[in-house]
């Protein structure tokens, strides 16, 4: 293992750094709004506007990579984001803070982007489930980490903003420094959400719970702490025991689903995370048992994501399955935009409680309809089954790093070409027509995860 590592430790390093960063920056922004009186109402729609630019960028940040390559685009997306979080302590007015998070979430889709495309392609297939699977332990890790660095200095103060800007600017350095040869840059499926609708529309409305829930969760989980009476440090402690509990319990709820009806483990995730919502709102003053509620959430919220993955992908054939993937990433994105809005003004009328309480009432539609639907239909899978893979949602081609099957194949064709690659390649050209597994225009020739079987079944 150690020798595929050694090649994409740059990789591994550059987004390490950049989640330490961003995962310190998202904290504190909330927090520092507060302070400075912003409203829930508004701090809501601040973190919308961060989601409004992560779904934004799936579209954006691929042409730009395109356009510039994949290290300048990385250094450009890097300076992106390192002013954006300075200018938050510089410039103290809601709506610049808007527009900054606009730019920061597009920004680090990009980052996300050049990282993930990289790492696909760089990877044999017989390790590239191994890689993905560290590349997420470093993920939740960076970010479990970044909320302890609240340590640091109160969020009114300039510090945390500034060692925020000082690890993006660090992650830059590994990945600008690497020689490995680029990706080739392939083209974008069309969106089609009926398709979606039709085949697993559990997945359908997984996908839109779960967005919604976890970009509140996200933007004004600070706020709530704040709220209850917890100072930065607990504020610290409160966000990295969610990001724990997502972090261990995504395995076994993936096993669960991997032996049976995945509707019924999107009905047992859901309910999980709504009665641990419930929970904590209801008892949240009481000692631990915020975090161990929050625990709870985080393990079954972070859960439904990959599962919808899976679910979708055992009712797609192989060659829907791009556009199916293009489907659940704009219904995930559309929801986390519109989430945290939601929360705020909830947060606003009723106080802190209404945060624990929207995040699990987010998931009690898919709760209800993957019960009924478990209930009263078979569920018939299209070829094989697909695997469970613990992931987040974060760029278009992370959904790539799962496709094992036909990228050797292509590796061979990239590695076959002289021309090729190269630290500081300009422009490359387009590969000849290969899909993306999203709705952004692809980053690698890889195509989507698949379930490995030519032959078919019609969609149950």
Not at 37 to 51: E, P
């Given at each position: 293992m150690l020798p595929t590592l050694v090649p994409i430790g740059a990789l591994l390093s550059g987004i390490a750094l950049l989640l330490l960063g961003s995962g310190l920056v998202n904290t504190a922004i909330p927090l520092r709004g507060s302070l400075e009186?912003?409203?829930?109402?508004?701090?809501?729609?601040?973190?919308?506007?961060?989601?409004l630019g992560f779904f934004l960028g799936t579209f954006i940040a691929p042409r730009l990579i395109r356009r510039m390559g994949h290290i300048r685009a990385f250094a450009?997306?890097?300076?992106?984001?390192?002013?954006?979080?300075?200018?938050?302590?510089?410039?103290?007015d809601a709506g610049v803070w808007m527009?900054?998070?606009?730019?920061?979430?597009?920004?680090?889709?990009?980052?996300?982007?050049?990282?993930?495309?990289?790492?696909?392609?760089?990877?044999?297939?017989?390790?590239?489930?191994?890689?993905?699977?560290?590349?997420?332990?470093?993920?939740?890790?960076?970010?479990?980490?970044?909320?302890?660095?609240?340590?640091?200095?109160?969020?009114?103060?300039?510090?945390?903003?500034?060692?925020?800007?000082?690890?993006v600017c660090l992650s830059l350095l590994p990945v600008t420094m690497t020689r490995l040869p680029q990706p080739q840059i392939g083209a974008r499926p069309r969106l089609d959400l009926g398709l979606i609708?039709?085949?697993?529309?559990?997945?359908?409305?997984?996908?839109?719970?779960?967005?919604?829930?976890?970009?509140?969760?996200?933007?004004?989980t600070p706020l709530y702490a704040e709220g209850i009476g917890l100072d930065a440090a607990g504020v610290g402690l409160l966000m990295s025991t969610a990001i724990i509990g997502g972090a261990l319990l995504q395995w076994p709820m993936g096993r669960f689903s991997d032996a049976g009806d995945r509707r019924?483990?999107?009905?047992?995730?859901?309910?999980?995370?709504?009665?641990?919502?419930?929970?904590?709102?209801?008892?949240?003053?009481?000692?631990?048992?915020?975090?161990?509620?929050?625990?709870?959430?985080?393990?079954?919220?972070f859960a439904v994501y990959p599962i919808v993955v899976a679910h979708l992908v055992d009712h797609l054939h192989k060659d829907e399955i791009l556009a199916g993937n293009t489907g659940v990433l704009f219904l995930h994105g559309l929801g986390a935009a519109v989430g945290p809005a939601v929360a705020g003004a909830l947060m606003g009328v009723f106080g802190s409680?209404?945060?624990?309480?929207?995040?699990?009432?987010?998931?009690?539609?898919?709760?209800?309809?993957?019960?009924?639907?478990?209930?009263?239909?078979?569920?018939?899978?299209?070829?094989?089954p697909a695997q469970f893979t613990a992931m987040m949602r974060t760029s278009p081609t992370v959904l790539e790093m799962v496709?094992?099957?036909?990228?050797?194949?292509?590796?061979?064709?990239?590695?076959?070409?002289?021309?090729?690659?190269?630290?500081?390649?300009?422009?490359?050209?387009?590969?000849?027509?290969?899909?993306?597994?999203?709705?952004?225009?692809?980053?690698?020739?890889?195509?989507?995860?698949?379930?490995d079987t030519a032959e078919s079944r019609p969609a149950g």
């Open positions: 009186g912003f409203s829930a109402n508004t701090l809501g729609l601040i973190g919308s506007t961060y989601f450009f997306f890097g300076a992106t984001v390192a002013s954006c979080i300075l200018l938050h302590t510089l410039i103290v527009g900054l998070r606009v730019l920061t979430g597009v920004g680090l889709v990009g980052f996300y982007a050049v990282i993930e495309s990289w790492l696909n392609d760089q990877t044999a297939a017989e390790r590239r489930g191994q890689v993905f699977a560290i590349y997420m332990v470093v993920n939740l890790a960076a970010l479990a980490g970044a909320q302890q660095l609240l340590h640091l200095d109160t969020p009114a103060a300039f510090t945390l903003f500034a060692v925020a800007a000082i690890f609708w039709r085949a697993a529309p559990a997945a359908f409305v997984g996908a839109l719970s779960s967005g919604l829930s976890m970009g509140a969760f996200w933007s004004l019924l483990a999107l009905a047992v995730a859901a309910i999980g995370a709504a009665s641990a919502g419930l929970v904590v709102a209801l008892l949240g003053h009481l000692e631990h048992v915020s975090l161990a509620g929050l625990f709870v959430f985080g393990g079954a919220a409680i209404a945060l624990p309480l929207h995040l699990g009432l987010a998931f009690v539609p898919l709760a209800i309809y993957a019960l009924l639907l478990y209930r009263r239909t078979r569920d018939e899978i299209v070829d094989e496709a094992p099957e036909e990228r050797s194949a292509t590796a061979e064709n990239r590695n076959g070409d002289p021309g090729e690659g190269g630290a500081d390649g300009a422009e490359q050209a387009p590969a000849a027509d290969l899909p993306s597994a999203t709705g952004a225009e692809d980053l690698t020739p890889s195509p989507a995860p698949t379930t």
